[in-house]
Nanobody, 114 residues
Framework: QVQLVESGGGSVQAGGSLRLSCAAS????????MGWYRQAPGKQRELVAK???????NYADSVKGRFTISRDNAKNTVYLQMNSLKPEDTAVYYC????????WGQGTQVTVSS
């Protein structure tokens, strides 16, 4: 059973930065894809960014140029550096990892005030 532990959420003013981390444990298999999704109140969960074990990345259009995803394969950890945050980035951010099947973290709140 894969466990994902997220950290780094919080409250920040518009224009500020936050860095999310997600550490995966409980597997001896290679983690293929890791990523971040978010869900705002009343909205569906959406992809923010994802990264393969080889380092290929994919971003939502709304965060391109502001967010950067990276990973440390040796530590099974994925990061999301969020800069120039906007109020519309406010959501619960969920870490995701695919290891034979998909696993989700518990979520971490990000609140951006104007």
């Amino acid at each position: 059973q894969v466990q994902l532990v997220e950290s780094g959420g919080g409250s920040v003013q518009a224009g500020g930065s936050l860095r999310l981390s997600c550490a995966a444990s409980g597997t001896r298999f290679k983690i293929n894809s890791m990523g971040w999704y978010r869900q705002a109140p009343g909205k569906q969960r959406e992809l923010v960014a994802k990264i393969t074990s080889g380092g290929s990345t994919n971003y939502a259009d709304s965060v391109k140029g502001r967010f950067t995803i990276s990973r440390d394969n040796a530590k099974n950890t994925v990061y999301l550096q969020m800069n120039s945050l906007k109020p519309e980035d406010t959501a619960v951010y969920y870490c995701y990892a695919y290891v034979l099947s998909g696993y989700w973290g518990q979520g971490t709140q990000v609140t951006v005030s104007s």
